[in-house]
């Protein structure tokens, strides 16, 4: 197989250098609507400008609405033809969430994406707004509620337009580092003496895979036609690198040739967001705009039933729509 041989492209025609521009190369956007979190800064924003190169409508939620506004200002630069609205949400805080479902909702706007990728990585312990781990509040616990509170617009959207709606979770290759199960209680997520920052990172990447996981086996249930799926977009050096120990930065331009760049890196969330190849194609995992295999604890549906129950759970108990009809 050979060292480099996760350089080649893969049955899709992409790899690991392909960017998000050559990735949607030809494809007409200009029927969609997107939302994407995350999008101030990094993958997400280059995500937002390629999706708005492609015509889509483009949601940035944004914890702000001046630093909101300020991405959009930059990319309208780039474009002044892009599509694109500001709306404020704060993914570490319930009530936010579900703020800017209800307004969007109750809006006349159509969805037919929606791309979760915003999330933190180990960072210092510190709990959410609603008291749960930081890390596995925003990475999985608040895209696990948006999704929730939009799926029905996604629904109706695909319904009334017969496009296929599309829900993409961002992960990481980081869920390979999760060995067991044992810590999938809330009492066991938020202790801090256990919390260790790269083991907190790695199973709200777990969690962001068995949700797309069990959502899509859901929606398959229902005949809905909305797909799911979840993705490594490889490792970047983006804001996400922000709380990296100091003893590892001096190591990162040995590692720099490896990396991937902001536009490679966002190639794999605007690959499955609206590729044609992906149609029909739901609770399938990718890398490098290929379909890959993860770990059998992240394959494993009992897993995700857990996941899904906690997470359940704990919405309900802070008010949240009961995910149980998802």
């Not at 889509?56 to 200002?73: C, D, F, H, L, M």
């Not at 309208?76 to 307004?103: G, H, R």
Request: proline share 3%.
């Amino acid at each position: 197989m050979g060292i480099f041989n996760w350089w080649r492209l893969g049955s899709s025609g992409f790899g690991h250098s392909s960017t998000a521009e050559e990735v949607t190369e030809g494809i007409d956007a200009t029927n969609l609507t997107a939302i994407v979190t995350g999008a101030t800064s990094g993958i997400g924003k280059e995500t937002v400008r390629v999706l708005a190169l492609r015509g889509a409508n483009v949601i940035i939620p944004s914890r702000t609405i001046e630093s909101g506004q300020s991405v959009k200002e930059s990319l309208l630069e780039q474009n002044p033809s892009a599509k694109l609205q500001v709306m404020e949400m704060d993914l570490s805080s319930i009530s936010s969430i579900k703020s800017f479902a209800d307004s969007f909702n109750s809006s006349h706007t159509q969805l037919n994406i929606l791309i979760n990728n915003a999330g933190i990585m180990a960072c210092p312990y510190q709990l959410s707004m609603d008291g749960v781990e930081m890390q596995f509040a925003v990475n999985h616990l608040g895209h696990f509620l948006l999704t929730n509170l939009l799926l029905e617009k996604l629904k109706v959207t695909a319904k009334e337009t017969g496009i296929q709606g599309r829900i993409v979770n961002v992960s990481s290759t980081a869920h390979r580092r999760v060995v067991d199960t044992s810590w999938i209680d809330l009492k066991k997520i938020n202790d801090k003496s256990t919390y260790r920052l790269f083991e907190a990172y790695s199973r709200s990447k777990l969690a962001n895979i068995q949700h797309t996981n069990e959502l899509s086996r859901r929606l398959q249930e229902d005949g809905s036609n909305v797909i799911a799926n979840s993705l490594h977009p490889g490792v970047i050096m983006t804001n996400i690198g922000r709380y990296l120990s100091p003893t590892i930065k001096p190591l990162l331009p040995l590692i720099k040739p490896f990396l991937k760049s902001i536009p490679q890196g966002a190639a794999t969330i605007c690959y499955v967001a609206l590729h044609p190849n992906i149609k029909d194609t739901s609770g399938k995992y990718f890398s490098n705009c290929n379909e890959t295999r993860p770990t059998s604890i992240a394959r494993d549906r009992d897993v995700g039933k857990k996941l899904w129950d906690l997470g359940q759970d704990f919405l309900e108990k802070f008010g949240g729509k009961n995910t149980s009809s998802a």
